[in-house]
């Protein structure tokens, strides 16, 4: 457990990351094209989380708090080609192809052909 202060801090409407460690490392994640954000491979994000630290691969692996990724966009969202719609906090040097390997994770289209849905799908009372 954590002082009821931290986890106020962290829970509320608006969290406050003060109490948690923070990367030596942030580079955004640029979108490769302007457009409609329409889908984001979470599991591949998650792979990427990992290989940042942010899990364990084995029983006994230490887990880093202060590294993984930040969404800045969510999907419905609108993008310009370049705008970052991720972040990846990290503590060493991006190993070759990961920041472009990324990028891949989002899937952008073009919005003459793609119908915006809206963020709530449905309200259940």
């Given at each position: 457990g954590v002082p009821p202060i931290v986890a106020q801090s962290l829970c509320g409407d608006v969290p406050d990351y003060r109490y948690?460690?923070?990367?030596?490392?942030?580079?955004?994640?640029?979108?490769?094209?302007?457009?409609?954000?329409?889908?984001?491979?979470?599991?591949?994000?998650?792979?990427?989380?990992?290989?940042?630290?942010?899990?364990?691969?084995?029983?006994?692996d230490p887990v880093n708090h202060a590294v993984g990724i930040v969404l800045l966009k969510v999907v419905g969202e609108r993008v310009r080609e370049g705008?970052?719609?991720?972040?990846?906090?990290?503590?060493?040097?991006?190993?070759?192809?990961?920041?472009?390997?990324?990028?891949?994770?989002?899937?952008?289209?073009?919005t003459h052909h793609f119908r915006q849905v809206p963020l709530i799908a449905a309200k259940i009372i």
């Open positions: 948690l460690p923070r990367a030596k490392y942030v580079t955004p994640v640029p979108a490769h094209a302007t457009g409609l954000l329409t889908d984001v491979d979470s599991m591949s994000l998650a792979i990427k989380s990992l290989e940042l630290g942010a899990g364990r691969k084995k029983v006994g705008e970052a719609w991720a972040e990846l906090h990290h503590e060493e040097s991006l190993p070759f192809g990961f920041l472009e390997s990324t990028m891949r994770s989002a899937t952008i289209q073009n």
